[in-house]
């Protein structure tokens, strides 16, 4: 299957519903950039590909519309070897400019090569494109936060200074799972008030909707919130 066939196939499978849902939901991007397809469908179309189509397409960049990006994005993650996947994902990151597509992106194969991953996550998360620390911080939370724990790992988003609303979003989303997961190590830092004041409250906020938190945790977690006042997360205006 042609890049254009792949193309073709997207707008057969497009759902003008869905599209007007996704341009809610992603509102970054220009409306006529966001085909509409549904993500089982670009699934199943990511299955049906042949190994050449799939190379192909994933050499094609940049792409026109998010749902090709989100195609590609489920193609790395199904990718089986680690360092031919890296590199592909490292070719895909500065192409990445919405959020759905950089929280799709989550290849299996890293779960097997954690710490030949720790690298390239210090890498990302000091880049200068937004989505590049976004990415850093997902992975840093989906793969450090369980066995292979150290609460050195908490430095790497805490360095992270940005006015950009989804890099904060994705530090407040970390340090909500880290204190879902490793409350002892995590706690501190909200004591101390280590973080933004946005995000600070951000983390609580979101920790506190959290069912692996408990009761007593959350209502402490609540007396820790920091006074309102004009706070900035990147200028958009999202809960």
């Known amino acids: 299957m042609s890049i254009v066939s ?6 057969e499978l497009r759902d003008s519903s869905y599209a007007e849902f996704q341009r809610q939901l992603v509102p970054t991007l220009a409306p006529e950039r966001i085909i509409g397809v549904r993500l089982p469908q670009l699934r199943r179309l990511a299955k049906s590909l042949s190994q050449e ?4 397409f994933l050499r094609a960049l940049p792409h026109s519309y998010y ?5 590609h994005a489920i193609l790395l993650s199904e990718m089986r070897a680690f360092e031919e996947c890296l590199a592909a ?4 990151l500065p192409f990445i400019d ?3 597509v950089c929280d799709t992106l989550s290849p299996k194969v890293f779960k097997e090569h954690r710490p ?6 210090r890498r990302w998360s000091v880049a200068a494109h937004g989505y590049q620390r976004r990415f850093a911080i997902t992975m840093l939370m989906r793969h450090f936060l369980d066995e292979d724990f150290k609460p050195a790992y908490l430095a790497i988003p805490m360095a992270m200074c940005s006015d950009e609303y989804y890099v904060n979003m994705a530090i407040a989303w970390f340090f909500a799972t880290a204190l879902a997961k490793q409350w002892a190590s995590t706690i501190g830092l909200i004591e101390e008030q280590r973080l933004a004041p946005w995000v600070h409250n951000k983390t ?14 959350k209502d402490y977690l609540l007396s820790l919130k920091q006074a309102p006042r004009k706070q900035s997360a990147g200028g958009l205006a999202h809960n």
Not at 89 to 92: A, P, Y
Not at 204 to 217: D, G, H, L, N
């Open 6 to 11: 792949i193309q073709n196939r997207l707008f």
């Open 53 to 56: 189509a799939s190379e192909s």
């Open 67 to 71: 749902d090709e990006n989100m195609l």
């Open 89 to 92: 994902v490292e070719r895909f």
């Open 98 to 100: 919405n959020w759905a």
């Open 116 to 121: 030949e991953l720790l690298l390239p996550i």
């Open 204 to 217: 609580i906020q979101k920790a506190r909707e959290s069912y692996r938190i408990t009761t007593a945790q």
